[in-house]
T-cell receptor
Framework: KAGVTQTPRYLIKTRGQQVTLSCSPISGHRSVSWYQQTPGQGLQFLFEYFSETQRNKGNFPGRFSGRQFSNSRSEMNVSTLELGDSALYLC?????????????FGPGTRLTVL | SQKIEQNSEALNIQEGKTATLTCNYTNYSPAYLQWYRQDPGRGPVFLLLIRENEKEKRKERLKVTFDTTLKQSLFHITASQPADSATYLCAHTDKLIFGTGTRLQVFP
């Protein structure tokens, strides 16, 4: 099976702009989770989508949003970008069966905000 | 709030020794803990899962323990090799909470 793919891999934006990141899960996986990774804060959970519904949400401002389509592909949007949003954004897919699920991560999108 | 702490940001050991990484959790009792490996510029990769009713789990040179009394999981790599150098993350995947990771460096 093909792994999790994320596009684009690298992105440079300026403050105030918005950005949309895309994630294609492993075929058959219904859950997609998004994470922000920075050197200081580590891997922080943004949200999880399962069957097109947001199932869990982390502690991020409303500028961060997402959605999932019927084919399980997911997008994440960040509006009004701030310098502190510079990070590696990772998505992970799983079967969505629960806590014993393995999270399969994509390679990430490196976002730089200038 | 629920939290996972990996109390060593970095660990340097000599090739052939056993590396031991620590993961502590507070304010909850996870039913599962998972360990992942992350190489620079890549997403984390799953290594092992341990359930709360399991004391120990092994996979080749890897061993994980789970002590619900101490609220702690230990991750061991025996006969470590330079190729084991990476960041290791523990995770409470019920809540999708990851620790900040321990960067392991194995030198010849």
């Amino acid at each position: 099976k093909a792994g999790v793919t994320q596009t684009p891999r690298y992105l440079i934006k300026t403050r105030g702009q918005q950005v949309t990141l895309s994630c294609s899960p492993i075929s058959g996986h219904r859950s997609v989770s998004w994470y922000q990774q920075t050197p200081g804060q580590g891997l922080q959970f943004l949200f999880e989508y399962f069957s097109e519904t947001q199932r869990n949400k982390g502690n991020f401002p409303g500028r961060f949003s997402g959605r999932q389509f019927s084919n399980s592909r997911s997008e994440m949007n960040v509006s009004t970008l701030e310098l502190g949003d510079s990070a590696l954004y990772l998505c992970a897919s799983s079967t969505g069966q629960g806590g014993s699920d393995t999270q399969y991560f994509g390679p990430g999108t490196r976002l730089t905000v200038l | 709030s629920q939290k996972i702490e990996q109390n060593s940001e970095a660990l340097n050991i000599q090739e052939g020794k056993t590396a031991t990484l620590t993961c502590n959790y507070t304010n909850y009792s996870p039913a599962y803990l998972q360990w992942y490996r992350q190489d620079p510029g890549r997403g984390p990769v799953f290594l092992l899962l341990i359930r709360e009713n399991e004391k120990e789990k092994r996979k080749e040179r890897l061993k994980v323990t789970f002590d619900t009394t101490l609220k702690q999981s230990l991750f061991h790599i025996t006969a470590s090799q330079p190729a084991d150098s990476a960041t290791y993350l523990c995770a409470h995947t019920d809540k999708l909470i990851f620790g900040t990771g321990t960067r392991l460096q194995v030198f010849p």
